[in-house]
């Protein structure tokens, strides 16, 4: 047989509930936690493949660096905008949910393709080199092009004024970084043409170049602008 609480504690148990929704606090959705845990797991390859593969040169070294340095920025450039956007959309739609998991596939697989591009296997021809990195950055190219879009979508979606997810001046916000990153998608995505491997700029293949201007989009933006990329939704 049940005990029925205290009446007290039965009174309380409404109060402390108001008071957590008047204060704004709401359970964390899972489907955000499953993507900071993504994320960070990312994160730990792009640093574990530098320690599987040991450098032969003081030059290397610096490669390796740099390399892990850009999939660090691209990472957590992405989180950034993913979290701030997640604040304010309705995950349990379908549309949400399966972006979202769009998304975590095209971050998780961020790693490896890179290090096709970067780390060349020992034994290889240099024409078998350049083949397997001319395929893995192809592929990079649609990874992070699908990324900007999905995120695009994700701001398209705050967008909409009858949805009212954001206060009305925010409106505007949402919309700008929908354009912006589609046509940095549209940039990303044209790179995928086999000129621009072949096509090179102080022995780097000019698709390499055009996978930078997402990064400084942002970050000089924040600098600069920093309302247009923080979105203070309080």
Do not use: C
């Amino acid at each position: 047989m049940k005990v029925a609480p205290p009446k007290d504690q039965i009174a309380t148990i409404p109060r402390e509930r108001s008071m957590q929704q008047s204060a704004g606090v709401h359970p964390r959705p899972r489907i955000e936690t499953l993507a900071d845990l993504i994320f960070g797991l990312s994160l730990s390859i792009g640093s574990i493949a530098l320690i599987a593969n040991p450098p032969k040169s003081n030059a290397e070294i610096t490669t390796h660096i740099l390399a892990f340095a850009y999939t660090f920025f691209v990472l957590i450039t992405a989180w950034m905008i993913y979290t701030t956007y997640m604040s304010v959309l309705p995950v349990e739609t379908r549309t949400v949910t399966f972006l979202n998991v769009g998304l975590l596939l095209l971050v998780a697989i961020v790693p490896y393709l890179l290090n096709g591009v970067e780390v060349v296997a020992p034994g290889l021809t240099s024409d078998q080199v350049s083949m397997i990195q001319n395929y893995s950055s192809q592929l990079f190219a649609l990874d992070l092009g699908g990324i900007l879009i999905i995120l695009a979508t994700f701001a398209h979606v705050i967008s909409l004024e009858e949805k009212k997810l954001v206060a009305p001046e925010l409106v505007t916000l949402f919309r700008n970084g929908r354009n912006r990153m589609a046509m940095l998608a549209l940039l990303i995505l044209i790179s995928v043409a086999p000129q621009f491997w072949e096509w090179t700029l102080l022995g780097v293949p000019i698709r390499l170049y055009l996978w930078y201007p997402p990064l400084i989009s942002y970050w000089v933006g924040r600098a600069v602008r920093p309302d247009s990329r923080t979105y203070k939704l309080a």
